[in-house]
């Protein structure tokens, strides 16, 4: 079982900045796709970003990309998640995800294995 624990969420303005972490703990999860999801109040959880084992190759959701920007360090079992040029709309609760399968980050195609519960980002127009 892993454990997932995000942090760095806060409340910034329009065009700033936020760096998210997520520390993962009970098992490595250097063999695990990781990524971030993010939910609005009323919207369903949608994709953000994702990152292979190794960390050769990142993945983004359209409405993010170009601005945030998927890290991995897997000698801390840590995933980051660079935030940059923060709108009104980034704001949500974003969690930190894990899985064996790619797909399941990006395409949806089965549940994802590992949540973690989530930090919030609030960005102030």
């Known amino acids: 079982q892993v454990q997932l624990v995000e942090s760095g969420g806060d409340l910034v303005q329009t065009g700033g900045s936020l760096t998210l972490s997520c520390v993962a703990s009970?098992?490595?999860?250097?063999?695990?796709?990781m990524g971030w999801f993010r939910q609005v109040s009323g919207k369903e959880r949608e994709f953000v970003a994702a990152i292979t084992p190794s960390g050769s190759s990142t993945y983004y959701g359209d409405t993010v990309e170009g601005r945030f920007t998927i890290s991995r360090d897997n000698a801390w079992n840590t995933v980051y998640l660079q935030l940059d040029n923060l709108q009104p709309e980034d704001t949500g609760v974003y969690y930190c995800a894990g899985d064996r399968a790619l797909a399941s980050m990006t395409l949806g195609t089965s549940p994802v294995d590992f949540w973690g519960k989530g930090t919030l980002v609030t960005v102030s127009s």
């Open positions: 009970g098992r490595t999860t250097s063999n695990l796709v």
